[in-house]
C-alpha cells in the first residue's frame, strides 16, 4: 500500500509575499481595516509602511466626535485611539485634531502623535503697526475691520489650514463677521491687514499654490496674496483681491399653508480632479407663521430638507460654472472644517455623491433640528436624494458639545 501524502502544514500569514500583501492593502478603504492589516504580524506592519508597490489610495475619512469617538466609514461601530483620549477637540486640519491651549491652540496627528503649536488670538501683529480703530462699531460708520473685533470675547477660529510647513491660514471671527490671519507653525504671533474690511468668510482653500477664500454675503472667490515680514521672516497677508466675481444666490420667505420657509445657506471650496469648486449648499428651514393672538410669540427655525449646488472655478472668464455631475468616481466630503474630493471608484463605492455633516459655525446657531440625535447625510447628485448612510453614527447635539469633523488619515 502506498505512503498517504504527507499533509502540508498551513503557511502563516507571514509566508504571502510583501507584493500580494500590498496589493490586498489598496482595497482596503477605512481606516480601521488598514490598522487591523498591520497587525496581523511584523512583516505585514512593515508592508503598510514601506510600500513596496505605489503608495495605496488615501483611505476614507473618520468621521470625529467631540466625545473623543471616531467611526471608520463604511463601518458604523465607534472605535477610539489608544492612548490619548482626543476628546475635547475644536476642530479638524486634515489629518490633525486642533485643541484648545491657553489663549491658542495645538494640532495633535493622532496616527502619529506628532504636535504643532500655533500662537494664541491675543498675540497679533498689525499691518501697519501701529493701526488704531477709526470707526466707532456701535455707531453708522463702516467698514468694521479686525481693530472693531479682535478684543472679543467670542473670537474664535472657525477654519484652519497648513498651507506649507511654514504657512498656517485660520479665518478667525465672532459669529456673521471674520477676518483671515496667517502665522508659521510654531510661531509667536498671527499676522493681520488691521484696516481690511471684516467679512462673513464661509470657506478657504489652498489651490495651485493660492490661497482663495469665499464670503457668504456676495460669492466673491477672493485670493489672498501672503507675503514674508522682511524683519521676522514670518508670513503675512499682503493684499486680498478679487478672483472671481459671484452671483450670489439670495433667500427669500416663502409662505406655505400655515408655514414660513426659508433656505439658509452654506458655501464651501474644494479642490477635484485638478478644479476649484464651490458648494452652494441650501437648508430648507421653516416657521410657524406669526398667531394674530399673539404675534410676539417665540418662533423657532426649524432645518429641513438639503439642496446641492456645485460650480467650477474659469479663472480666464472670471465667473462660477455651473456642473451637474461630479463624475462617476468622486465623491465630496463637506464639512466646516475640513472637506476633501476622493476618487472611491477603486473602492466599489458609487461616484457622484456628497457626503455632509450638520456642523454650524459656533455661536452662529440660525436653525434648530427636529430632533437631538443627527447623523451625517449623503446626496446622491444624479436624483438629488438624501440619505443617512450609518444609521449607528449619531451624536446628541447639544451647546456643550463641538460640531463633528471629517478627519483624513492622510494628509
Known sequence: ??????????????????DIAGLVLRLLPAHADRARFAAVCPQWRATARQRPLPPPPPPLPLLALPDGTFYSPPYDEPFRFPGFGFAGYKATCGSRLVFPRDDGCFLVNPFTGATVTLPALSSVRLRPPNAVAKYDQQGTAYPVTWMHIRGSEHLHISK?????????????GD????????CKPGGL??????YDMVRNFQDMAFYQGKLYAIANDDEDLLVVNISQDQSTGDPQVSKIGQAIKGE????VWHEFGTMDILANKKLYLVESHGSLLMIRRKIWCWSKQASDT????????VAGPNEFEVFKADFEQSRWVKMTTLGDEQVLFLGRRCSRAMS???????????????????????????????SFCVCDMRD????????????????????VAWLFPQD
Not at 500500500?1 to 510583501?18: F, G, K
Not at 484652519?160 to 478667525?172: E, H
Not at 399673539?294 to 427655525?301: G, K, L, W
Open 344 to 374: 472611491v471608484s477603486q473602492y466599489g463605492m458609487s461616484g457622484d455623491q456628497i457626503f455632509f455633516l450638520d456642523d454650524e459655525e459656533e455661536n452662529l446657531k440660525q436653525y434648530y433640528y427636529s430632533t437631538e440625535i443627527t
Open 160 to 172: 484652519l489650514i497648513l498651507c506649507l510647513p511654514s504657512l498656517v491660514a485660520a479665518i478667525v
Open 248 to 251: 450670489p444666490f439670495h433667500s
Open 294 to 301: 399673539d404675534p410676539e410669540a417665540s418662533r423657532p427655525i
Open 384 to 403: 438629488g436624494q438624501v440619505d443617512s448612510p450609518l444609521p449607528k453614527a449619531s451624536w446628541k447635539r447639544c451647546d456643550e458639545m463641538r460640531p
Open 189 to 194: 504671533s498671527w499676522s493681520v491687514r488691521a
Open 1 to 18: 500500500m502506498a505512503d498517504e501524502p504527507t499533509p502540508r502544514r498551513p503557511r502563516s500569514w507571514s509566508d504571502i509575499p510583501a
Open 175 to 182: 459669529g456673521h463677521i471674520s477676518q483671515i490671519l496667517v
